[in-house]
């Protein structure tokens, strides 16, 4: 079907109407249907689907029911950037657009000192959070002769903690934040052995990575509301110099008007052996059932 059809007009005579004719209010009528990423597409057509893909209406339900919490600490985070003089970018408020609102929620935000992060994702608006290596409580990480801080332009926070040897391992961390309502899982984002490069290539060295085999890792996951998860995995270098995110749990949130706290922990405290060769990234909490491109996900 063309973009142009036939009509009979009150005088009788045939006239040509197209997409174009269409009220901007029965266009975005239709695009409360679609993904965000198609109504940016669909806004190219003519100048009605332009006006209408930019209508607070639509944005409106595409938002996290608690958008202007997120946007609030979008707007601090921008407000900090500025005042160190390194803002390159557009500062946000309430008062912006929901569409501008929307995109700038799609960009990562930091807060709490920059160690731990947010984001929606484009498709969907789902709430993501990263939560840096450096934002938790981990055993012997002040003593250079186990642990050490790697540069890295793989981390989103681009250092990761690395464990060269140690008896007794625990990985602490905790999480207050408004989530809007829905399902959410959480994950450990580890790697066995030692990532770097060389002449352009990505490499791993090995020679640390030992114990992880004999005795399971334990993760745990507990909030405020009294919901707990706990996993175990054996850690396997399958594939060298691999990422991998470790499904520790999931939780539901219902109310996004009051903070959920959230508490998880990694341990493998057998000392009856040594581990080593571990590299600590990050933790993410992710929708329930979202899965991150090229993304290596280990589930129980």
């Known amino acids: 079907m063309g973009a142009g059809s036939s009509i009979l007009g009150a005088d009788?005579?045939?006239?040509?109407?197209?997409?174009?004719?269409?009220?901007?209010s029965c266009v975005a009528a239709v695009l409360l249907y679609l993904d965000p990423p198609e109504i940016c597409q669909v806004a190219r057509l003519n100048r009605a689907f332009r006006g209408a893909a930019s209508a607070d209406c639509v944005w409106a339900v595409k938002l996290p029911a608690n958008y202007r919490y997120l946007a609030a600490l979008a707007a601090a985070a921008d407000d900090e950037v500025h005042d160190d003089g390194d803002g390159n970018g557009k500062r946000i408020s309430l008062a912006a657009t929901k569409k501008e609102i929307y995109?700038?929620?799609?960009?990562?935000?930091?807060?709490?000192?920059?160690?731990k992060e947010f984001w929606i994702l484009k498709n969907k608006g789902g709430l993501c959070i990263s939560i840096s290596s450096k934002a938790m409580t981990i055993t012997g990480?002040?003593?250079?002769?186990?642990?050490?801080?790697?540069?890295t332009e793989e981390s989103r926070f681009h250092s990761v903690a690395y464990l060269q040897?140690?008896?007794?391992?625990?990985?602490?961390?905790?999480?207050?934040?408004?989530?809007p309502p829905g399902s959410y899982s959480l994950f450990f984002h580890l790697h066995l052995g030692r990532p770097y490069r060389r002449m352009g290539r990505r490499l791993c060295a090995t020679e640390h990575?030992?114990?992880?085999?004999?005795?399971?890792?334990?993760?745990?996951l507990s909030t405020s509301d009294e919901q707990q998860a706990t996993s175990e995995y054996y850690l396997h270098?399958?594939?060298?110099?691999?990422?991998?995110?470790?499904?520790v749990g999931d939780f539901v949130i219902s109310n996004s008007d009051e903070p959920m706290k959230l508490k998880f922990s990694m341990m493998q405290i057998d000392c009856t052996h040594t581990k080593g060769g571990l590299c600590v990234d990050s933790v993410f909490i992710y929708p329930k059932g979202y899965k991150p491109e090229r993304a290596n996900i280990v589930c129980m």
């Open 237 to 247: 270098l399958h594939e060298q110099g691999g990422w991998k995110l470790y499904h």
């Open 141 to 151: 990480i002040d003593d250079r002769r186990y642990w050490s801080h790697l540069a």
């Open 165 to 179: 040897q140690i008896w007794w391992l625990e990985v602490d961390g905790e999480l207050e934040f408004c989530f």
């Open 209 to 220: 990575v030992h114990g992880w085999d004999v005795t399971p890792t334990r993760f745990q």
């Open 103 to 115: 995109a700038r929620l799609c960009r990562p935000t930091r807060f709490d000192a920059g160690i």
């Open 12 to 24: 009788g005579e045939w006239g040509e109407t197209s997409l174009g004719d269409m009220p901007e």
